[in-house]
């Protein structure tokens, strides 16, 4: 089946592939990562890539955080477009926290599902199968020209509804532990046979960072992930696609010296302001995977109580070392294109080393063993966007993550 | 002379150049000024450039206006390095205005100077001699190896103070008036025959953006300034040198549907809230020259008076239609990068239509022939950023204008 071109999601026209475009997202890598794996030798792949094809560094969308980035690549938009801006949102009329990893939060199609719609073979691997099923909206599987499932997941496929039975013995590779690197290597496994078996036009791999969250760049569980990443990145650039690595977020080490995480407690501070869960902090990194960063990030929202000064808060917040950014929601929506409807009456921002918690007694920190680093704010926007082909990057003065796939055809489409 | 490799200036390295490294500073030139006169023909050399060098956006310093940009490109850093803001400080402890254009004020020696030092021969002609003053910070006459001068007072210079006597008689052209095309144009004509005769390894040509105030994208006398500007920057081309094209800023229709400006006028507003005078805005674009836009632009900066409420004053202002930006001084520093003992304690930005005055009665818009248009805002931040050879911009995820001379000098030292 040939694809109908030109392909357009949300106002966006995409190049018509000639060979395979991919989009990998290493969750949480940090640029650092990628410099000193390829110092120490580790990443000959990405060292050539870097110097024969494309290299930039690119903004993440914000929060810095895994679900807003992933569904902004999905979608070649910003949160404010798409929707999705957290793992989760509180709605001030029930007064409930809602999980925002269903599909019906997705306010736009995806790209894959417009390549779909357009006749093309999609296929999308991710770690976690939250991802899977926001990533997955809008495919199809009945014309065996879709593929859609996690690692995490993988021994449970279905053709109806994954478009293959039983990934995980398909590819001959255990289901992995969730917190695992292996979680990610799955990914990678998967792609390279996806490429060769399947053969998509359009594919999309997105990893876990559980081990970004657990080692700093020179440290071995780090440099044993990117070795690993690249000897399959090797095989699909053998095999002809067109491929642009680029990253969710970046992450930064936020501990104090003793090791111990930095934290403003946010939900502490306004309880004593303002009386005991009169203002409610949301913060939208709590999913239930929560052992590697304790739902601690450097970014939160907050509601704040009728007739509460709103500007008296944002400035006494502001005052807080560590905190680098308060702004209003109507601020937050210009400055960080978020939706409106989704995000409190203020929006917190921490710095490199600094991260947001909600009351001290409800975060269970005893699960974190090694210092914590975590992302979620502005110092975590720096991410890698590398493209094994050379392409002109175009001329706009901001790049960012979620031109991925605009690049990632645009190469496949030489 | 030799230069002594490698040159740096305000930590950053630049590449020693092998033939003249060139940066035009194009004053307002909007990208649309570009796109219209090259589609029109009219530039036939940039149209070239675009297609066979290099052709990406810039971002601006904020505020998005003439000094403060200049300065940042002749520095490599923006305003918090250099110190330069706008055309005039406020000095709340004697209540004085003072004007920023003398030396004094300027924190960071100049790519020039540095070049200069390092043995290089370096020239710089600007329109206006405010800039010229400024830009020729740190620079010798004694060796005839700079030269530093401006069209408006191209008359008057001396081998002692600009390295040339009589730049006017020099080139065969009249010293321009003020508000012309042709202060401009005396810029471009003045650096092709320095390229011929003076052989600098480093210039710097800066223009004037009164047929910009002016003249919209498709107006005739923007046209004519464009391709009166291409036909220079062909001879420049064609000589061997490495030329960058940027610009200060860029610049936008600020008037309502009858002609007449659009102003939020904020000293009013202040007055009927906290006391006739209580607080003092300033409009850092005033200059003596104020003919072609008012003192109309998109940036202002309040002090306020000891006890106001800062926040609740913030809330207010951010609520008036056409005001985008409300930020406290704190933030200013950090988002917009500019020095905190030079701007008030409320640093106010508005929209693409909208300018912000101080009051009513004391702007002088009788000499505004023409429908306002001006700048200083985020909407006028994007600016060209076009190379007459096909380099490699980096990897930083955004680019700024006040990166020209690493690039023009990267450029040339191929």
């Keep these: 089946m040939t694809i109908q071109s030109p392909v357009e999601a949300n106002g966006r026209t995409y190049p018509t592939p000639k060979t395979c475009a991919i989009a990998i997202c290493l969750d949480g890598c940090e640029p650092e990562y990628l410099d000193v794996a390829i110092a120490k030798g580790l990443m000959p ?9 494309t290299d930039r560094l690119a903004h993440s969308v914000i929060p810095s955080f895994t679900n807003p980035n992933n569904l902004s690549i999905a979608t070649g938009r910003p949160p404010s477009v798409h929707g999705i801006c957290g793992n989760f949102l509180y709605e001030p009329e029930t007064g409930e926290e809602v ?12 790209i894959f599902s417009k390549f779909y719609e357009a006749g093309a073979r999609v296929a999308m691997v991710t ?62 496994a998967a792609g390279v046979k996806l490429l060769q078996d399947f053969k998509p036009d359009v594919m999309y791999l997105s990893t876990t960072d559980y081990i970004q969250h657990k080692f700093a760049p020179d440290q071995q569980g780090a440099l044993d992930f990117y070795a690993m990443f690249d000897k399959y990145l090797a095989q699909l650039d053998e095999m002809g696609a067109a491929i642009v690595v680029t990253a969710d977020h970046g992450m930064k080490p936020k501990h104090l010296t003793d090791g111990s995480p930095a934290v403003v ?63 209003t929601r109507e601020r937050a929506v210009v400055d960080f294109e978020m939706p409106a409807d ?51 990057l175009g001329n706009m003065p901001d790049l960012r993550n ?8 645009t190469a496949a489409a030489i």
Tied chains: 1, 2.
Excluded: C
Excluded at 270 to 276: C, P, V
Excluded at 402 to 409: G, R
């Design 402 to 409: 979620f031109d991925a796939f605009f690049y990632a055809t």
């Design 265 to 327: 407690y946010v939900q502490d501070v306004l309880d004593e302001w303002l009386g005991e869960a009169a203002a409610r902090v949301i913060l939208p990194i709590t999913d239930p995977y929560v052992v590697h960063h304790g739902a601690l990030g450097s970014f939160a929202t907050a509601y704040l109580p009728e007739g509460a000064d709103r500007n008296d808060v944002i400035a006494r917040l502001q005052a807080i070392d560590g905190i680098t950014h308060v702004l």
């Design 45 to 53: 792949t990405l060292k050539r890539m870097r110097e024969t094809g």
């Design 127 to 188: 770690a976690k199968d939250k991802l899977r099923a926001l990533l997955g909206a809008g495919l199809k599987f009945d014309e065996d020209r879709a593929v859609a499932f996690s690692s995490e997941r993988s021994g449970e496929t279905t053709k109806a509804e994954h478009g293959i039975d039983n990934a995980s013995e398909w590819l001959g590779m255990d289901v992995p532990e969730v917190y695992s690197a292996e979680l990610s290597e799955f990914v990678f």
């Design 99 to 110: 999980m925002m990893n269903d599909v019906r939060f997705l306010r736009a199609p995806t």
């Design 342 to 392: 989704r995000i409190g009456d203020i929006v917190l921002v921490s710095g490199e080393n600094m991260t947001l918690g909600t009351s001290e007694h409800r975060h269970d920190l005893a699960a974190l063993k090694e210092p914590l680093r975590s992302h979620g704010g502005l110092t975590e926007q720096v991410v890698p966007f590398i493209v094994n082909r050379k392409i002109d």
